[in-house]
Each structure stands twice: as C-alpha cells, then as structure tokens.
C-alpha cells in the first residue's frame, strides 16, 4: 500500500494519471495529460496480481494461514482476475500501479 501523498501512476499502458491518497485511506484519480477522466482499471498494470494474506481468527483463535496451502493450479492469475483464496487465510486483493512520479511540497 502506498502512504497519503500524491503521485504520478499508470499501468503501462496509455493513460497516465494523478492518484491522490488521504490520511484516511481514502483516494481519488485525476487526468495527468489526458482529457478523459481516468479510473483504476486505467491505470492498473493488468499483467501483475498481488493480495495480502493474513490469518482469520475463528472463536478467538487464530488460523494456520501458509503459502503452502495456496493451489498451485490457480497460478498463474489471469490478467485483471482476482487472486485466489487460500484455506485459513483472509484475504485483500491490490491493483498494481507503476509510480513515476511524486509530488514534493517546498
């Protein structure tokens, strides 16, 4: 996850945009020399998958969340699809953003 700021951002593809991120976590995405308004498919390299996997807490316990019970078979992602689920785990899937940019304040 990015930290609040601002930054430049594309997927690699033909738009280019400006990601703003809020303390709170909460972002938005404006034209960087383009005049439509770009959304976060846009700006998505869409080759590149990633999630965060954590453990799930059942009756106060926490899970055995491992790599090794991810299933092999679902790997390679397929463009734009969602990483798989793995038995134990939590999971929160990410869009992958190539920064170019970072804006700095004087």
């Given at each position: 996850?990015?930290?609040?700021?601002?930054?430049?951002?594309?997927?690699?593809?033909?738009?280019?945009a400006?990601?703003?991120?809020?303390s709170?976590?909460?972002?938005?995405?404006?034209?960087?020399?383009?005049?439509?308004?770009?959304?976060?498919?846009?700006?998505t390299?869409l080759?590149?998958r990633?999630?965060?996997?954590?453990?799930?807490?059942?009756?106060?316990k926490?899970?055995s969340?491992s790599?090794?019970?991810?299933?092999k078979?679902?790997?390679?992602v397929?463009?734009?699809?969602?990483?798989?689920?793995?038995?134990g785990?939590a999971?929160?899937d990410?869009?992958?953003?190539?920064?170019?940019?970072?804006a700095?304040?004087?």
């Amino acid at each position: 996850p990015l930290s609040p700021g601002t930054y430049r951002v594309t997927g690699g593809r033909e738009m280019t945009a400006v990601l703003t991120i809020s303390s709170t976590g909460d972002w938005s995405l404006k034209p960087y020399g383009n005049t439509e308004t770009p959304s976060l498919y846009d700006v998505t390299h869409l080759p590149c998958r990633s999630a965060r996997y954590t453990p799930t807490s059942a009756g106060g316990k926490s899970s055995s969340c491992s790599p090794l019970k991810a299933n092999k078979s679902k790997f390679p992602v397929r463009p734009g699809g969602v990483m798989p689920s793995v038995s134990g785990c939590a999971k929160q899937d990410y869009a992958v953003l190539f920064v170019t940019g970072i804006a700095t304040s004087n």
